[in-house]
C-alpha cells in the first residue's frame, strides 16, 4: 500500500479561502452597523405617536345641514398609522365622515368620502378645505368661540381626544 500524500495549503489557497470569507462578514458587519445607529437614534420599532392639535370647525351658516372640521395629525413614531373614523356626540343627526377635496378636469372640484386617511411615520396631516377634512352634521347652536369634542379613531394608536373650537369661514387662514 502507498502512502497518500499529506494534503497541504499553499498560500494561494489560504488567500483564496479569505477573501471568499470576507466579503460575507463584511456584509453583516455593515449591516449590524446601520441597524444599531438606526436602533440608536430611536427609530427601531417605535409605534405610531399621535398628537391631533388645531381643531376648528367651520360656524354653521344658514339652513346648511353640515359643517366641516379640520385637524392637525402628527405621527412622531416610527411606525404609520391611519385615521379611521371621528366622532362626536355634539354634532346634529348623523355620524362625521372623513372626505377629500379632488380636483377634477377643467378646474372643477368635488367631495369624496374616504374610509381612512393615512398617517405616515414622523409625518403630519394638515386638514384643510383644500384636502382632508371631515364632514360634521350641524348643530344649529354653534357660535364662533365654541368648543366642540370629538374622538379621533386610529387604526393603531386607537382613540385620541381632542376638542375644536367653532370658527367663522376665513378667520385665522381656514
Excluded at 9 to 22: E, I, S
Excluded at 79 to 96: C, I, Q, S, Y
Aim: hydrophobic share 40%.
Amino acid at each position: 500500500m502507498t502512502a497518500r500524500p499529506t494534503w497541504r495549503p499553499t498560500r494561494r489557497r489560504l488567500t483564496d479561502t479569505l477573501l471568499a470569507a470576507l466579503a460575507p462578514v463584511a456584509a453583516c458587519g455593515l449591516a449590524l452597523g446601520a441597524l444599531s445607529t438606526w436602533t440608536a437614534y430611536g427609530n427601531a420599532g417605535s409605534p405610531a405617536r399621535i398628537k391631533v392639535t388645531d381643531g376648528k370647525v367651520f360656524e354653521p351658516v344658514g339652513d346648511t345641514p353640515v359643517t366641516a372640521a379640520f385637524f392637525r395629525i402628527t405621527n412622531g413614531g416610527g411606525a404609520a398609522d391611519r385615521l379611521l373614523k371621528v366622532t362626536t356626540a355634539e354634532a346634529g343627526g348623523g355620524a362625521p365622515t372623513l372626505n377629500r377635496h379632488v380636483m377634477t378636469g377643467s378646474n372643477t372640484a368635488s367631495d369624496r368620502t374616504v374610509d381612512s386617511v393615512a398617517v405616515p411615520a414622523g409625518g403630519t396631516v394638515a386638514m384643510s378645505p383644500d384636502s382632508v377634512d371631515v364632514i360634521v352634521p350641524v348643530k344649529q347652536d354653534w357660535r364662533s368661540g365654541d368648543l366642540v369634542a370629538f374622538t379621533l379613531h386610529f387604526e393603531h394608536s386607537g382613540a385620541v381626544r381632542t376638542l375644536a373650537v367653532v370658527v367663522r369661514p376665513g378667520q385665522d387662514g381656514t
